[in-house]
């Protein structure tokens, strides 16, 4: 899966192994989408163990962006989160599309010091914060067959 520089994830942030698994497949990804959805009872099933020793390319050379979409900051989406933020080397960009209140200087300090911010593996990495609700599905269902379009996910 060489070519491919965009994907688009949907999970409810329990998941990361299996994410880092598929990962392993896109040695070239440039840009992640994860998009949260509710945790069910149905999403506990036990998925194959991720060998953290063993580097993940596309987190060592090509990734440069990720969007979490639908971010509300429960534990388990911040240790997602936080994962990219202390392994991806050649980021430059995440994205926290939150559905829920507003951000604010000290909440977005809090969200800083939880994501191990100051500790990230990109220097270069900014962190945004948004309140938007970016209704990525729908926007989907309508575009995805627009092949004239770099990239599928990104609205205007």
């Known amino acids: 899966m060489h070519t491919v520089k965009i994907l688009a ?4 942030g329990y998941e990361l192994d299996g994410v880092l698994n598929i990962l392993r497949r896109f040695p070239c990804l440039e840009k992640l989408y994860i998009i949260f959805h509710k ?4 999403d506990t099933k036990i998925e194959p ?10 987190l060592q050379t090509n990734l440069k962006t990720v969007v979490f979409e639908t971010f509300v900051g429960h534990d388990k989406q911040l240790e997602f989160a936080k994962f990219f933020v ?12 939150g559905m829920y209140g ?12 939880l994501l191990r911010v100051e500790d990230r593996a990109s220097r270069d990495a900014q962190f945004e914060f ?7 599905v729908k926007h989907l269902q309508k575009h995805i067959h627009d092949l004239s379009v770099a990239d599928p996910f990104e609205q205007p």
């Open 9 to 12: 994830l949907r999970c409810s």
């Open 39 to 42: 945790h069910n009872e149905t």
């Open 49 to 58: 163990q991720c060998d953290r020793l063993y580097p993940i390319e596309c």
């Open 86 to 97: 202390l392994n991806a080397k050649v980021l430059n960009k995440i994205e926290f599309d």
């Open 102 to 113: 507003a951000y604010n200087s000290v909440s977005l300090a809090y969200q800083h010091r």
């Open 130 to 136: 948004m309140n938007r609700n970016r209704y990525t």
